[in-house]
């Protein structure tokens, strides 16, 4: 008989609900009636508060097209260094005693495999899978979420053309995606958007103007900008973090697209608006791929529980499930290649990065 706990935590994204079906799904087929399932509530709160609930086959059924997490989730706890967290560990640790469990499957992102690492550090029996709309977990090609959300930021920038046209104007789409560009990149290039600004490539506000003076110049009725939430002008790339914070703590405005818009209107005369999609990025069903990449992590998580191979995150890589030690992933932040093809590509088909 095998006890485990299951844990969502940080941000929700498509797909979680699929992936627990998945795990649920493969450990009864491969277990049977020696295996139950624990649902811990709220992420690692739920861990620390010991709150968790047994559930059983039903739980998991008609969940694959369901979007957040029927766990519920938070942010994870570890904002201090570890010395100074050392109660959360063991209020954690207990209740995982205190519950019998053999192993404790956690689903989460950058910040939540930190805190998986510390815990299977700490003596746990931990094994993770890869969620995030972010798509910035190292040892991973892809993360579940990314792809509903780049289906998410592209409808939105789908409709954003209509009205832009309409009414011969600039707009921002500002899209999620936390310090790196992916998100943004792909729904940019899905979408159509004609300058793309990531954190990745600090952007030089003159040649954004530029770009969008020549489209004005070429006779082109609008311009569209997918900008990254953490996107980063030039002059702000040479600032130490706390001169970065200080800076943006000025600002007048919620974020980066706004300061953005009155640059461009003043350079360029044309009318620019923002829209800012938000946590609608995150919700709702989960797409097609990221059904199917969280089953399979789902699946290959039951192996893992199986084998008593523990400290492992389920991964993509090259299109085949592999097992990465959790240290190898704890505390990496996977950015996009400046020399990756899929830039190559954005540039090719005439897409500005305002650098
Ligand atoms: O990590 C996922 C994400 O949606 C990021 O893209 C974004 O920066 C952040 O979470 C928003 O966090 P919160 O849900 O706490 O507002």
Same mark, same amino acid.
């Given at each position: 008989?095998?006890?485990?706990?299951?844990?969502?935590?940080?941000?929700?994204?498509?797909?979680?609900?699929?992936?627990?079906?998945?795990?649920?799904?493969?450990?009864?087929?491969?277990?049977?009636?020696?295996?139950?399932?624990?649902?811990?509530?709220?992420?690692?709160?739920?861990?620390?508060?010991?709150?968790?609930?047994?559930?059983?086959?039903?739980?998991?059924?008609?969940?694959?097209?369901?979007?957040?997490?029927?766990?519920?989730?938070?942010?994870?706890?570890?904002?201090?260094?570890?010395?100074?967290?050392?109660?959360?560990?063991?209020?954690?640790?207990?209740?995982?005693?205190?519950?019998?469990?053999?192993?404790?499957?956690?689903?989460?992102?950058?910040?939540?495999?930190?805190?998986?690492?510390?815990?299977?550090?700490?003596?746990?029996?931990?094994? =993770?899978?890869?969620? =995030?709309?972010?798509?910035?977990?190292?040892?991973?090609?892809?993360?579940?979420?990314?792809?509903?959300?780049?289906?998410?930021?592209?409808?939105?920038?789908?409709?954003?053309?209509? =009205?832009?046209?309409?009414?011969?104007?600039?707009?921002?789409?500002?899209?999620?995606?936390?310090?790196?560009?992916?998100?943004?990149?792909?729904?940019?290039?899905?979408?159509?958007?004609?300058?793309?600004?990531?954190?990745?490539?600090?952007?030089?506000?003159?040649?954004?103007?530029?770009?969008?003076?020549?489209?004005?110049?070429?006779?082109?009725?609008?311009?569209?900008? @997918?900008?990254?939430?953490?996107?980063?002008?030039?002059?702000?790339?040479?600032?130490?973090?706390?001169?970065?914070?200080?800076?943006?703590?000025?600002?007048?405005?919620?974020?980066?697209?706004?300061?953005?818009?009155?640059?461009?209107?003043?350079?360029?005369?044309?009318?620019?608006?923002?829209?800012? &999609?938000?946590?609608?990025?995150?919700?709702?069903?989960?797409?097609?791929?990221?059904?199917?990449?969280?089953?399979?992590?789902?699946?290959?998580? @039951?192996?893992?529980?199986?084998?008593?191979?523990?400290?492992?995150?389920?991964?993509?890589?090259?299109?085949?499930?592999?097992?990465? &030690?959790?240290?190898?992933?704890?505390?990496?932040?996977? =950015?996009?290649?400046?020399?990756?093809?899929?830039?190559?590509?954005?540039?090719?088909?005439?897409?500005?990065?305002?650098?």
């Amino acid at each position: 008989m095998k006890k485990i706990g299951l844990l969502t935590s940080g941000g929700d994204c498509q797909g979680l609900n699929a992936a627990l079906r998945g795990i649920a799904k493969s450990l009864y087929n491969r277990m049977g009636r020696n295996i139950e399932l624990y649902g811990i509530q709220d992420g690692y709160r739920g861990l620390m508060e010991g709150i968790c609930r047994r559930m059983d086959a039903d739980d998991f059924s008609g969940i694959l097209t369901l979007g957040g997490t029927v766990l519920g989730t938070s942010r994870q706890p570890f904002k201090q260094m570890r010395t100074e967290n050392d109660d959360k560990v063991k209020k954690m640790k207990s209740n995982y005693k205190k519950w019998g469990l053999d192993c404790l499957i956690i689903l989460g992102g950058n910040g939540t495999h930190k805190t998986a690492n510390l815990l299977w550090e700490e003596g746990l029996n931990i094994i =993770t899978l890869p969620k =995030t709309i972010d798509n910035d977990l190292w040892g991973t090609d892809m993360s579940f979420g990314f792809q509903s959300a780049v289906e998410n930021a592209a409808h939105v920038i789908d409709c954003i053309h209509t =009205t832009a046209t309409s009414h011969s104007r600039v707009f921002i789409v500002e899209i999620m995606g936390h310090k790196v560009g992916w998100l943004t990149l792909y729904a940019g290039i899905a979408g159509g958007a004609d300058v793309i600004l990531m954190p990745e490539m600090p952007y030089n506000i003159e040649s954004v103007a530029e770009s969008l003076r020549k489209r004005n110049q070429q006779g082109k009725r609008f311009s569209i900008l @997918a900008v990254a939430e953490g996107a980063i002008s030039i002059d702000e790339s040479g600032l130490s973090k706390k001169q970065f914070k200080a800076e943006r703590v000025k600002m007048p405005y919620p974020s980066i697209s706004y300061r953005l818009a009155d640059e461009i209107e003043k350079m360029t005369e044309q009318e620019t608006r923002v829209t800012v &999609p938000g946590h609608f990025q995150r919700g709702g069903s989960p797409c097609p791929y990221d059904r199917v990449l969280a089953t399979r992590f789902g699946a290959a998580a @039951a192996k893992l529980v199986v084998e008593e191979n523990y400290g492992n995150m389920v991964s993509l890589q090259n299109d085949r499930i592999v097992a990465v &030690p959790l240290q190898e992933v704890a505390g990496k932040l996977k =950015t996009v290649p400046l020399d990756s093809e899929i830039i190559l590509t954005a540039q090719d088909t005439g897409i500005s990065f305002g650098n």
